[in-house]
């Protein structure tokens, strides 16, 4: 991993990401999976960019099939933003760094609701 982003797990999990102050984005993912793989260096330029204001982690599916049932994770990549412990939105399959910034910008600690 990089320093932006941060392998979790099913024993990791609880506290990486539903106890943290800040939005969370999951990558779950599979070392198998190409579109994963092309998705990649995505998830890292987001990571970066929103260093100190949202956390940018991966979890493994293969590794973690605990995690990845409770949330039901059927195809990946599936990218999972939450905040405060809860699921608050979801992308399935690859995505631009645009849709990724502004699912996390709505969510954001402050953010004003349209």
Request: hydrophobic share 40%; charged share 25%; aromatic share 6%.
């Amino acid at each position: 991993m990089s320093e932006h982003v941060k392998d979790v797990s099913d024993t990791s999990f609880e506290q990486d990401v539903l106890q943290a102050g800040e939005p969370v984005l999951v990558d779950f993912w599979a070392a198998w999976c190409a579109p994963c793989r092309m998705l990649a260096p995505t998830v890292e330029a987001v990571a970066e960019k929103y260093a100190g204001k949202a956390r940018v982690v991966k979890l493994n599916v293969d590794e973690n099939p605990g995690v990845s049932q409770r949330y039901g994770i059927k195809g990946i990549p599936t990218l999972i933003l939450f905040r405060d412990g809860k699921e608050e939105e979801r992308v399935v399959g690859a995505t631009s760094k645009d849709a990724i910034s502004r699912m996390i910008d709505k969510h954001q600690t402050g953010a004003v609701s349209a």
